[in-house]
């Protein structure tokens, strides 16, 4: 079956640290995937969009990988701040209209 | 102007009941989607809007739940005879090109539904 898989363990790291979020996929060849922070009580929010022949792509402190051989993106924050902390989602689009199926999403929380 | 708006915020509901949430998508943005986040889930999709195109209906989980746009703007998620697994966050999000694959996905900050 197809599957989209983040850790869904928290991740606790100190200001200034960088974080780094995995997101790893099955039985999918998504053309492209995009990453969104969502914060509590709120929709998710659009963050970076990566297609499946860039291996990195940045975006002031953001930075996203795409291994379509591993089957895997990971997301950096270099540089954390607290006002980083919020759950962190991959999205993959897996249909027509860009129909976009999420992984569980990983919180983050930085502290002082 | 304004983002994705959903209304009503929360509801509280009695198994059984019908309920119907609203989403009022970004103006011009031809794409409407529905998604639902249970506790500790991801956003599963239920159905998408484009123009005047037949829904994609495919992530409906029963045919409790229905879906119209109306107008290609405003659009109503009705759910019959609510169980308590309906209970989640119904979320709502809109595109401008969905054919793009730059095209991203603008949320509402969604409909809180707790049925007793």
């Known amino acids: 079956s197809q599957k989209i898989e983040q850790n869904s363990e928290a991740l606790n790291i100190q200001e200034g640290k960088t974080a780094t979020l995995t997101c790893n996929y099955t039985n999918y060849s998504p053309a492209y995937l995009q990453w969104y922070r969502q914060d509590p009580g709120r929709g998710p929010v659009f963050l970076l969009l990566?297609?499946?022949?860039?291996k990195e792509k940045r975006k002031e402190r953001l930075k996203v990988t795409f291994d379509t051989t591993l089957k895997q993106s990971l997301f950096h924050i270099t540089a954390s701040q607290p006002a980083d902390s919020a759950t962190y989602l991959c999205a993959l689009v897996t249909g027509g209209g860009n129909k976009l199926t999420f992984g569980t999403g990983t919180q983050l929380k930085v502290e002082l | 102007g304004a983002g994705v708006s959903q209304s009503p915020s929360n509801k509280v509901t009695e198994k059984g009941k019908d309920v119907e949430l609203r989403c009022d998508p970004i103006s011009g943005h031809t794409a409407l989607y529905w998604y639902r986040q249970s506790l500790g889930q991801g956003l599963e999709f239920l159905i998408y809007f484009q123009g005047n195109s037949a829904p994609d209906k495919s992530g409906l989980p029963s045919d409790r739940f229905s879906a119209e746009r109306t107008g290609g703007s405003v659009s109503t998620l009705t759910i019959q005879r609510t169980q308590q697994e309906d209970s989640a966050v119904y979320l709502c999000?809109?595109?401008?090109?969905?054919?793009?694959?730059?095209?991203?996905?603008?949320f509402g900050p969604g409909t809180r539904l707790l049925v007793l």
């Open positions: 990566i297609r499946e022949n860039e």
């Open positions: 999000a809109s595109s401008l090109n969905p054919y793009s694959y730059q095209e991203t996905q603008y």
